[in-house]
């Protein structure tokens, strides 16, 4: 039986990253490998109903209040899916996990960086990612692919966003061996190229 892999995908809404989770699967599967597709916030099952409010609630919510939603769905997914999927030998590819609350929450928000980091640990429950991109674009690249139709979060405003971009980048620069920054300003094919080179290495 394969070692089981997890593998995550970050970085600020609109970098193109789910678009890059979906290239990897097919090419893995196509390799033979036995994949598991989850996101957070909302694989399946509650965490869709937890997503819901998350992104589309319209009412106030306090920034704590956000981090905990957040690290509810992420307990229940390490729990009911990417453990029991890792236990059987799979490959997990996750869309977004705990450096999104770093970023999110922790950068943008300006929440308690330590404080977050022990809060991912507990949902967790020490699961950590194999290998985890981080695809690194511009506000503008950002802001031009997600449009006018805008969900809670995207609605956090342009220095925002600047401080989730700049948080990424300094995850990446603390954790060089886990955490690849990808630059996702290049075409779909050049940016697969740079994650491939990444993934030939571990598989
Ligand atoms: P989603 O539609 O999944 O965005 P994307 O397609 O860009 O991944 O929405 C998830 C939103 O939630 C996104 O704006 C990032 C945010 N988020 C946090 O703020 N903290 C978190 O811990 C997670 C997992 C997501």
Redesign the pocket.
Known sequence: MNKGLFITFE?????G??TQLNMLNKYLQDKGYETVLT????GKGLGEKI?NI??NYDGEVSDRC??FL??A??AQNIDLIVNPAIRQGKIVLC????D??L???GY?RELDLAQIKKLNDLATNGRKPDITFIFDVSLETSSKRVGKDK?R??KSGKDFFQRVRNGYLKIAQNEPQRVKVINSEKSIDEVFAQVLKYINEII
């Open positions: 970085g600020i809404d609109g970098c990253k789910t996101k957070e916030p909302g997503r998350l992104l956000e981090s957040f690290l769905d992420r869309d977004r996990h705990t999104s609350t970023a999110y929450q943008g969900d979060m995207e």
